[in-house]
């Protein structure tokens, strides 16, 4: 807890979706004033920092996803288990294949710092699954409020294939309405029994996972000065996208298999050219976590 953070009272805490966003505040200006997401908002990002973003997450949601299904039927988290409609792990998969190819889970990095939320994430699901819930809520809210704007930000910087190639993380498909499922998830949260000294406990956590996230971004910082400093200059990386092309479409049948092609772009993209759409990519990208909670 910072100082500038005051202890909770001892009084009853109330709806856990309201105290949740009030005991979120300080963390959430914190999140906003990372080196990482102000260089992103200055436009200093490459693509492979994206990507290095998108494998952080995959490592995040494969563990998040694994505890969630162990503890399904748990009282404290089984109200707010909505797979169909919020699980990212498979999107993400799609995703890094498309940005790194078939043999991606041999070339994705997993940081320090990544593994160290990861390693949070499997504490709470096998020691104290009542606090999986202040998990999911940092994450899947975030992520449905802000992919919405996301989505078609990437798509035109990119000139990413209007099908939706590598835009998978973005997209939920199993939510009709961002707003109502929102309201439905923060009722579900609310119904969810437990006593104010859990309802505490699951505050606390919320804060650890916002610091988790910040932890992540500061350490892709430094992966990025690092290179920067040994390159002498800002990575500007010839880069191309596998673009998977359906082959042998016939009655409009899903294709079995697919073929590479680059993305019709020049393979050499200069950041006079795309720093404004890359840096706003990102910002909003890691502004989800930090921002979107006052949208649910």
């Known amino acids: 807890m910072t100082s500038n953070q005051s202890p909770l009272p001892d009084s009853a805490v109330g709806d856990l979706s309201e105290a949740l966003k009030e005991a979120t505040k300080e963390v959430h200006r914190?999140?906003?004033?990372?080196?990482?997401?102000?260089?992103?908002?200055?436009?200093?990002?490459?693509?492979?920092?994206?990507?290095?973003?998108?494998?952080?997450?995959?490592?995040?949601?494969?563990?998040?996803?694994?505890?969630?299904?162990?503890?399904?039927?748990?009282?404290?988290?089984?109200?707010?288990?909505?797979?169909v409609e919020l699980h990212r792990k498979a999107a993400l998969e799609r995703d890094l294949?498309?940005?790194?190819?078939?043999?991606?889970?041999?070339?994705?990095?997993?940081p320090?710092?990544?593994?160290?939320?990861?390693?949070?994430?499997?504490?709470?699901?096998?020691?104290?699954?009542?606090?999986?819930?202040?998990h999911a809520y940092t994450r899947y809210l975030g992520d449905l409020s802000g992919g919405q704007v996301l989505k078609?930000?990437?798509?035109?910087?990119?000139?990413?294939?209007?099908?939706?190639?590598?835009?998978?993380?973005?997209?939920?498909?199993?939510?009709?309405?961002?707003?109502?499922?929102?309201?439905?998830?923060?009722?579900?949260?609310?119904?969810?029994?437990?006593?104010?000294?859990?309802k505490r406990r699951v505050l606390d956590e919320v804060k650890k996972a916002f610091l988790l996230n910040v932890e992540v971004f500061e350490e892709?910082?430094?992966?990025?000065?690092?290179?920067?400093?040994?390159?002498?200059r800002l990575i500007q990386e010839e880069h191309e996208l596998h673009k998977r092309i359906p082959s042998g479409i016939s009655n409009g049948s899903r294709p079995a298999t697919y073929r590479n092609e680059k993305v019709g772009m020049s393979s050499h993209v200069s950041i006079s050219d795309t720093?404004?759409?890359?840096?706003?990519?990102?910002?909003?990208?890691?502004?989800?976590?930090?921002?979107?909670?006052?949208?649910?």
């Open 30 to 83: 914190q999140a906003q004033n990372t080196e990482f997401m102000r260089n992103f908002q200055k436009g200093r990002v490459s693509l492979d920092e994206f990507k290095l973003v998108m494998s952080s997450l995959y490592f995040v949601y494969n563990a998040l996803e694994e505890e969630i299904e162990r503890n399904k039927n748990h009282p404290g988290y089984a109200p707010v288990y909505f797979p």
């Open 97 to 110: 294949e498309y940005f790194y190819g078939p043999q991606w889970r041999q070339e994705i990095p997993c």
């Open 112 to 134: 320090k710092a990544t593994r160290k939320y990861v390693d949070r994430l499997h504490q709470v699901g096998q020691h104290e699954p009542e606090l999986l819930v202040a």
């Open 152 to 198: 078609k930000i990437p798509q035109k910087a990119l000139q990413l294939p209007t099908s939706g190639e590598g835009l998978a993380f973005f997209t939920f498909d199993g939510v009709s309405s961002t707003t109502k499922f929102k309201q439905l998830y923060r009722a579900r949260m609310d119904a969810i029994e437990m006593d104010d000294c859990t």
């Open 220 to 232: 892709l910082q430094e992966m990025v000065s690092d290179s920067t400093k040994k390159n002498g």
């Open 275 to 296: 720093s404004l759409h890359w840096g706003a990519v990102a910002a909003l990208f890691l502004a989800v976590v930090a921002v979107c909670m006052y949208a649910i």
